[in-house]
């Protein structure tokens, strides 16, 4: 009888156990077993340390971005360099980073100031008077306080939905539209703020002169953007 009773128990045991399984969901209702975290129904559950983020199987906090709340804009980089080359001391480039759009009109004459003043610095490299080495308008037509209106008002990344996406193509004169993998935004970049005019001679006065500060001699090497990132060359034996 004994052994009646204990078989009995042992089967209802197993049946109770089973339902508790079963019954055993998180209260998102996505079917989820409570110890099995999802790491991306937006909830924090099993051994979760934030909302999808944490313990064993998800990504560790501080890798996964929690996009909720209020943030304060801490850096604007939409052209490679310009707030650091252009921005001066280190103020400006503070305000220049936490400023909108529209209030960046009063950056325009410190970046205009500064580029001109990287030019007397170059003419003396070169031996030259100052007064002889001067910005020149650049290969897309701009003098100098459109183009660093240009470089202060409008440093974004802009998108050209039914045009080129380019930072500059001298083909069809598209430019600033956006940019490709494959574009040395950095030469462009120099190319129009030390290049002159002439994109055939990017000399400043001097035709028979090398042309200086036009690149920063640093080439795409062998990468193939048209792999899957990161797009890395082959290591030097």
Same mark, same amino acid.
């Given at each position: 009888?004994?052994?009646?009773?204990?078989?009995?128990?042992?089967?209802?045991?197993?049946?109770?156990?089973?339902?508790?399984?079963?019954?055993?969901?998180?209260?998102?209702?996505?079917?989820?077993?409570?110890?099995?975290?999802?790491?991306?129904?937006?909830?924090?559950?099993?051994?979760?340390?934030?909302?999808?983020?944490?313990?064993?199987?998800?990504?560790?906090?501080?890798?996964?971005?929690?996009?909720?709340?209020?943030?304060?804009?801490?850096?604007?980089?939409?052209?490679?360099?310009?707030?650091?080359?252009?921005?001066? +001391?280190? !103020?400006?480039?503070?305000?220049? $980073?936490? =400023?909108?759009?529209?209030?960046?009109? &009063?950056?325009?004459? #410190? /970046?205009?100031?500064?580029?001109?003043?990287?030019?007397?610095?170059?003419?003396?490299?070169?031996?030259?008077?100052?007064?002889?080495?001067?910005?020149?308008?650049?290969?897309?037509?701009?003098?100098?306080?459109?183009?660093?209106?240009?470089?202060?008002?409008?440093?974004?990344?802009?998108?050209?939905?039914?045009?080129?996406?380019?930072?500059?193509?001298?083909? +069809?004169? !598209?430019?600033?539209?956006?940019? $490709?993998? =494959?574009?040395?935004?950095?030469?462009? &970049?120099?190319?129009? #703020? /030390?290049?002159?005019?002439?994109?055939?001679?990017?000399?400043?006065?001097?035709?028979?002169?090398?042309?200086?500060?036009?690149?920063?001699?640093?080439?795409?090497?062998?990468?193939?953007?048209?792999?899957?990132?990161?797009?890395?060359?082959?290591?030097?034996?």
């Amino acid at each position: 009888m004994k052994t009646i009773y204990k078989s009995i128990f042992i089967a209802l045991l197993a049946v109770t156990t089973t339902l508790t399984f079963v019954q055993c969901a998180d209260d998102d209702d996505n079917g989820n077993a409570m110890n099995e975290p999802t790491c991306d129904d937006g909830e924090m559950n099993a051994d979760e340390e934030g909302i999808d983020c944490g313990g064993v199987f998800c990504e560790p906090c501080a890798v996964v971005l929690d996009f909720s709340g209020t943030y304060a804009q801490e850096d604007i980089m939409g052209r490679p360099g310009i707030n650091t080359v252009f921005g001066g +001391t280190d !103020a400006v480039k503070n305000d220049f $980073n936490t =400023s909108i759009v529209s209030d960046r009109m &009063s950056f325009q004459p #410190i /970046f205009e100031a500064t580029m001109e003043n990287y030019f007397d610095v170059y003419a003396v490299a070169l031996g030259a008077d100052p007064a002889d080495v001067n910005y020149e308008t650049n290969i897309l037509g701009l003098d100098a306080p459109t183009f660093t209106t240009v470089l202060a008002q409008f440093d974004a990344l802009q998108v050209a939905p039914d045009g080129e996406t380019t930072y500059f193509n001298p083909a +069809t004169g !598209a430019a600033l539209t956006g940019r $490709n993998l =494959s574009d040395d935004v950095i030469d462009i &970049s120099l190319i129009l #703020i /030390f290049g002159g005019g002439d994109l055939n001679n990017l000399n400043f006065s001097d035709p028979n002169a090398d042309p200086f500060l036009i690149s920063d001699s640093v080439d795409a090497g062998d990468r193939d953007f048209n792999l899957a990132f990161p797009y890395m060359s082959t290591v030097n034996q």
